[in-house]
């Protein structure tokens, strides 16, 4: 069977992958004394060895080349109490740092107060790819806190969603 050849409508495009679910993170990085990070739902594992995950980002990112020349990120990975958090670092043109308790990864990128994990990267690569960048990054440490109840935020039809709670069978 074949499929007229047709152009991809963005919106339409758009519209189809927000049918697929996703976790919301924080990339940060420090570098000259100046935090930097954004919002990401774009993330996931690569490879277990070596330990690999990867990210994609706009290459028209204010934040990512101070990323690339830090040479290094952390991914925070949000919780459902977070969706400030998350909108905080979307945002553009703003101090997205305000407010915001952290602390330092041991490879000195900040860690964001209440995530539910964290992981330390160096970059290993990255690709162009169409309007965005692809980074691998090898994971050096990581941290799965003890969240209790936490739940991760996720992303869904252009909305925040949480994990509904369920009855064991």
């Known amino acids: 069977m074949s499929f007229p050849s047709t152009a991809i409508e963005p919106s339409r495009f758009r519209e189809a992958l927000g049918h697929y679910a996703s976790g919301i ?12 990070g954004f919002t990401c739902q774009s993330f996931h594992s690569v490879s277990m060895s070596p330990p690999l995950v990867s990210f994609s980002v706009m290459s028209s ?53 209440g995530c539910l994990h964290w992981i330390d990267c160096e970059i290993h690569a990255e690709h162009a790819a169409g309007d965005h960048v692809i ?31 369920h009855g064991a069978a």
Do not use: C, M
């Open 61 to 113: 990112s204010a934040s990512y080349p101070k990323i690339r020349q830090a040479g290094r990120f952390a991914v925070n990975i949000l919780s459902d109490g977070q969706v400030e958090v998350s909108n905080q670092f979307a945002r553009r043109g703003t101090d997205k740092w305000h407010g915001i308790e952290w602390r330092e990864s041991p490879l000195g990128n900040p860690l964001i107060a």
């Open 25 to 36: 993170t924080v990339v940060t990085s420090h570098l000259d004394g100046e935090r930097v």
């Open 135 to 165: 980074v691998i990054g090898e994971v050096k440490a990581l941290n799965l806190q003890e969240a209790g109840t936490a739940q991760p935020l996720l992303y869904f039809k252009g909305q925040y969603r949480n994990i509904a709670a």
